[in-house]
């Protein structure tokens, strides 16, 4: 059995009720928080307060730009919210993906909306993150909105920054910032912005692997 000495008078600590006092006020000193965990928290306070914002309804609106303008032909009242929004992408053949969070009933819509703004008016009815890729529109909780630290694995930030403003993912109301480690990037939003983040990381970095390097006159994969 180990026996654990005191740093400072090199005895075992007492065993009686000062021992058992002092050991209790040494278990309750706060540790430091690692930068990480620090960064990663502040940021995800940062992720939600943003989402809360006014502005995010007009950058909301603006993910749904290219979508039709005219207003959508849906019978919406006092119906499941997850039932107008299957019928949202039916009308305009989009994948769709729900959280399982994602939940309340339609009571009072305002009328003749297009389909963007009736998505933007039920995110923000329903406290919810409408995030449309191009071919799915992800539909989950505010709550499920978080930061995350990511490997950009050789790929340079403002390659990927250019990257996602190509395949027009990068969307205003979410966040990407350098990390506390070269190499590193801090993004927040929903999780299916983080997923298509990482996916485009992991695209970039295969591409960049396979890239030819050139040696006097030679190639070499």
């Given at each position: 059995?180990?026996?654990?000495?005191?740093a400072?008078?090199?005895?075992p600590?007492?065993?009686?009720?000062?021992?058992?006092?002092t050991?209790g006020?040494?278990?309750?000193?706060?540790?430091?928080?690692?930068?990480?965990?620090?960064?990663?928290?502040?940021?995800?306070?940062?992720?939600i307060?943003t989402?809360?914002?006014?502005?995010?309804?007009?950058?909301?609106?603006?993910?749904?730009?290219?979508?039709?303008?005219?207003?959508?032909?849906?019978r919406?009242?006092?119906?499941?919210?997850?039932?107008?929004?299957?019928?949202?992408?039916e009308?305009?053949?989009?994948?769709?993906?729900?959280?399982?969070?994602?939940?309340?009933?339609?009571?009072?819509?305002?009328?003749?909306?297009?389909?963007?703004?009736?998505?933007?008016?039920?995110?923000?009815?329903?406290d919810?993150?409408?995030?449309?890729?191009?071919?799915?529109?992800?539909?989950?909780?505010k709550?499920?909105?978080?930061?995350?630290?990511?490997d950009?694995?050789?790929?340079?930030?403002?390659?990927l920054?250019?990257?996602?403003?190509?395949?027009?993912?990068?969307?205003?109301?979410?966040?990407?910032a350098?990390?506390?480690?070269?190499?590193?990037l801090?993004?927040?939003?929903?999780?299916?912005?983080?997923?298509?983040?990482?996916?485009?990381?992991?695209?970039?970095?295969?591409?960049?692997?396979?890239?030819?390097?050139?040696?006097?006159?030679?190639?070499?994969?």
């Amino acid at each position: 059995m180990a026996i654990i000495r005191s740093a400072r008078t090199g005895r075992p600590p007492e065993s009686g009720r000062n021992g058992a006092a002092t050991a209790g006020a040494a278990a309750n000193v706060a540790r430091p928080i690692p930068l990480r965990v620090a960064l990663v928290a502040m940021l995800a306070s940062v992720v939600i307060a943003t989402l809360s914002t006014d502005g995010n309804a007009s950058a909301a609106e603006r993910s749904f730009a290219d979508w039709p303008q005219s207003p959508l032909p849906l019978r919406i009242l006092r119906r499941p919210v997850r039932d107008v929004f299957a019928d949202i992408a039916e009308q305009l053949d989009l994948t769709l993906d729900l959280s399982p969070g994602v939940d309340g009933i339609v009571v009072s819509p305002p009328k003749d909306l297009s389909a963007g703004r009736l998505v933007v008016w039920l995110q923000n009815e329903f406290d919810l993150v409408c995030f449309y890729d191009g071919v799915a529109l992800h539909v989950s909780t505010k709550a499920e909105s978080a930061a995350a630290l990511i490997d950009l694995k050789g790929v340079g930030r403002q390659r990927l920054i250019e990257t996602l403003d190509e395949m027009e993912l990068n969307d205003g109301r979410f966040i990407a910032a350098d990390g506390p480690d070269a190499g590193m990037l801090m993004i927040g939003g929903p999780p299916a912005y983080r997923l298509a983040v990482e996916r485009i990381v992991e695209m970039l970095a295969s591409r960049q692997a396979r890239t030819p390097v050139v040696y006097r006159g030679s190639s070499q994969e």
